[in-house]
């Protein structure tokens, strides 16, 4: 899979440093996560979804880390540095071994049809 980024070429040496530095305090949180935990949800208040996906780890007992940045209302311009460093443009954003799984429908998908609890057995973090 691919997806269309602009060419650092393309990209001012002076906006350089806003771009990679931008909100970074987010990325590294939710990168520390990752490497920590095996299963990482990362959410927003306010937000169904993401209280899906937990709700389905509840369920099948699954432990899991879970970080929560702002609501609708606040927040939103941080989400975005998780949202560009991701490519995934919606919460939650469900980490399984360091893996993107997408969201809690994907989450949803993928225990109904045993991949993740294969994921789970496996136990690496490809981080």
């Given amino acids: ?16 440093p806003l771009i990679g530095s ?30 899906k996906a937990r709700k389905i780890l509840d369920v099948l007992g699954t432990p899991y880390q879970y970080l929560q940045y702002g609501s609708y209302l606040n927040q939103w311009h941080r989400r975005n540095a998780l949202k560009m460093w991701t490519g995934w443009p919606t919460f939650p954003m469900v980490f399984v ?15 109904g049809n045993g991949e993740f609890s294969a994921m789970l057995a496996k136990k690496v973090r490809q981080f």
């Fill in 1 to 16: 899979m691919t997806r269309a980024i602009l060419d650092e070429a393309q990209i001012h040496p002076a906006a350089r």
């Fill in 22 to 51: 931008k909100h970074q305090d987010i990325v590294r949180e939710v990168q520390a996560a990752i490497a920590a935990h095996q299963v990482v949800v990362v959410g927003m208040a306010l937000n169904p979804f993401p209280r």
């Fill in 97 to 111: 071994n360091g893996v993107l799984i997408g969201g809690a429908s994907e989450l949803q998908t993928l225990v």
